[in-house]
């Protein structure tokens, strides 16, 4: 049974970073797309960055472009997301997603009902002074 698992949340001030780690184990990245979501308290779970395997291609939201930014390391079957100028409204539980049918960061990539196979348990993000 494969599964993913988060780590690299963590407590963090305005302005400050994190590196986020999504490692799937029991099945391979390879010739998939990967994709990062986060829900606050209250709110709808959102996407947040997307990442084929296939070609490198990449995908943001609006409210991360040029803070964050996907990365992947196959050898590792890892992809990460390095998150700089944290702010306030970033923080929540931030999950990584995968689907043996989600090969490309297609236009709906970033809703959560897109991805069924694979989901991690999530980690803490917490933007506070």
């Known amino acids: 049974q494969g599964q993913l698992v988060e780590s690299g949340g963590g407590l963090v001030q305005p302005g400050g970073s994190l590196r986020l780690s999504c490692v799937a184990s029991?099945?391979?990245?390879?010739?998939?797309?990967i994709g990062w979501f986060r829900q606050a308290p209250g709110k709808e779970r959102e996407g947040v960055s997307c990442?084929?395997?296939?070609?490198?291609?990449?995908a943001y939201a609006d409210s991360v472009k040029g803070r964050f930014t996907i990365s992947r390391d196959n050898a590792k079957n890892t992809v990460y997301l390095q998150m700089n100028s944290l702010e306030f409204d970033d923080t929540a539980v931030y999950y990584c997603a995968a689907d043996h049918t989600v090969l490309w960061c297609d236009p709906a990539w970033d809703v959560a009902g897109t991805w069924h196979d694979y989901w991690g348990q999530g980690t803490q993000v917490t933007v506070s002074s």
């Open positions: 990442i084929s395997n296939i070609d490198g291609s990449t």
């Open positions: 029991g099945f391979s990245l390879d010739y998939k797309a």
